[in-house]
T-cell receptor, first 115, second 118 residues
Framework: AQKITQTQPGMFVQEKEAVTLDCTYD???????LFWYKQPSSGEMIFLIY??????QNATEGRYSLNFQKARKSANLVISASQLGDSAMYFC????????????FGGGTRLMVKP | GAVVSQHPSWVICKSGTSVKIECRSL??????MFWYRQFPKKSLMLMAT?????????EQGVEKDKFLINHASLTLSTLTVTSAHPEDSSFYIC??????????????FGDGTRLSIL
């Protein structure tokens, strides 16, 4: 079974509007971390936001927020006020257990912001 | 802070050549580094986990003799693609975890290496 599922291969959003990128995960660990990364066409991986499994508050970083619904095992990324520079691939990833564990990545969502 | 430098960023070489890719943590010590491979329009696939001073742990299906990993210091890991062939052409990207990471810190990625074997 897929550990990280991103069901939207591609998304369009109008500039200045908000967009939600979906991510569901599967783990039996009680301790885990969820990460979102942005990958522009140039290839680098840019860390956006982190949510720990024990965090009670949803994580926020500037225009990025994470809608964490633990019971549903979902960790959707919300980008507010989309900008043209937000056009990129977005990957959800999970780290299970404690330090040193690898990241498991979802298949990614390509976001395209329309002017 | 937490900058990872990956070099070279782009390589084109002939079939049969061995290619070395370096991954350096510039401003922090990284006890663990990871090597990923990414095909066009696909996600990152973990190839191996590299721990300083010990042998790398390879994921299932990754040929150890083809993809040699060395993590000789706390700031440098290298991936050598030996006797590369066109099917090895891909985007390779490394990442590093800060020493002492408790599991809540992101992996810091290099900018990747585009490898093309003719």
């Amino acid at each position: 079974a897929q550990k990280i599922t991103q069901t939207q291969p591609g998304m369009f959003v109008q500039e200045k509007e908000a967009v939600t990128l979906d991510c569901t995960y599967d783990t039996s660990d009680q301790s885990y971390g969820l990460f979102w990364y942005k990958q522009p066409s140039s290839g680098e991986m840019i860390f956006l936001i982190y949510q720990g499994s024990y965090d009670e508050q949803n994580a926020t970083e500037g225009r990025y927020s994470l809608n964490f619904q633990k019971a549903r095992k979902s960790a959707n990324l919300v980008i507010s006020a989309s900008q043209l520079g937000d056009s990129a691939m977005y990957f959800c990833a999970m780290r299970e257990g404690y330090a040193g564990n690898m990241l498991t990545f979802g298949g990614g969502t390509r976001l395209m912001v329309k002017p | 802070g937490a900058v990872v430098s990956q070099h070279p960023s782009w390589v084109i070489c002939k079939s049969g050549t061995s290619v070395k890719i370096e991954c350096r943590s510039l401003d922090f010590q990284a006890t663990t580094m990871f090597w990923y491979r990414q095909f066009p329009k696909k996600s990152l696939m973990l190839m191996a986990t590299s721990n300083e001073g010990s042998k790398a742990t390879y994921e299932q299906g990754v040929e150890k003799d083809k993809f040699l990993i060395n993590h000789a210091s706390l700031t440098l890991s290298t991936l050598t693609v030996t006797s590369a062939h066109p099917e090895d052409s891909s985007f390779y990207i490394c990442s590093a975890i800060l020493a002492g990471d408790r599991g809540d810190q992101p992996q810091h990625f290099g900018d990747g290496t585009r490898l093309s074997i003719l």
